[in-house]
């Protein structure tokens, strides 16, 4: 304010593109200045929500959808009981037991194979959906591969004892129900590229040693599919992946006959007890 005889005037600020007046009154309360901000923010919250971004969409479906029970639901009741005579094999898992359905559907085909892999699935999950996609399917035995995504922290951080745990837990559900588990080595892996720096090397190993020793302690087969298919640096092999994660063509191809080796095992332990 300048003094002018006895009144005051006040003199123009100019702001620093030459403009006056409405650039004082903003720049300098912090109020104005807040209420700017916060109406950008609610702009762009909104313009998110609208466009159905996939981070929205995902999120939406784990809060009403978290084990994803809808998937295999319908298939599930079309699917019915075994028929007389048939040994239902139940294959349970992540996106890696889904895709080899996919990627080598010759596998599958003939055979009374059931494949449950649902993509991106830590062990909580499946646990959860254990009842609805294996046990009431009536199988002869379970195939069960899982514990990567959870490594990866698909579901937050875990321990290789929590991981283990659900597994058991698993493998117990089944036989109670009269169901022959067959237990899986995760595959190895040296970097995830949806989650980078967790080096799960040397944890997929360890996790390794934990499944085999709970499955050798309760008599269960134990099907290793790692020191076929794992590089010299934990990871797997160039030639049996398409992303360091996930098994090729040529990969699955490499994992069949391990794994049918198992599920002839745990066949066969079933008829001598009777199951």
Known sequence: MAR???????????????????????????????????????????AAAQAGTPTSLEDERLRTDWASLRRYRDENARLGQPSAGEQRVVFMGN???????TLDSGFFAGRPYVNR??????????????????????????????????????????????????????????????ITVVLCSVLPASDFSWRHGLEPGPKIAALNAMIRQYADAHHIVFVDFYPALVDGHGGLKAEFTIDGVHPNLAGYRAMEPIAQSGIQAALASSARVGR
């Open 4 to 46: 002018v005889g006895r009144s005051w005037t006040r003199r123009a600020r100019t702001s620093p593109t030459g403009s006056t007046g409405a650039y004082t009154d903003s720049h300098r309360n912090p109020l104005v200045r807040f209420s700017l901000v916060f109406i950008l923010m609610l702009v762009s919250t909104s």
């Open 117 to 178: 892999g649902i993509s991106g699935q830590t062990t909580p999950q499946m646990l959860v959906r254990f009842r609805q996609d294996v046990i009431d399917l009536r199988p002869s035995v379970v195939v069960l591969l899982g514990g990567v995504n959870d490594i990866a922290e698909n579901t937050g951080p875990t321990s290789l004892e929590a991981i283990v745990g659900n597994i058991a837990s698993m493998a117990e559900l089944a036989r109670a129900n009269g």
């Open 95 to 101: 996106s890696i037991t889904e895709q080899w359905e």
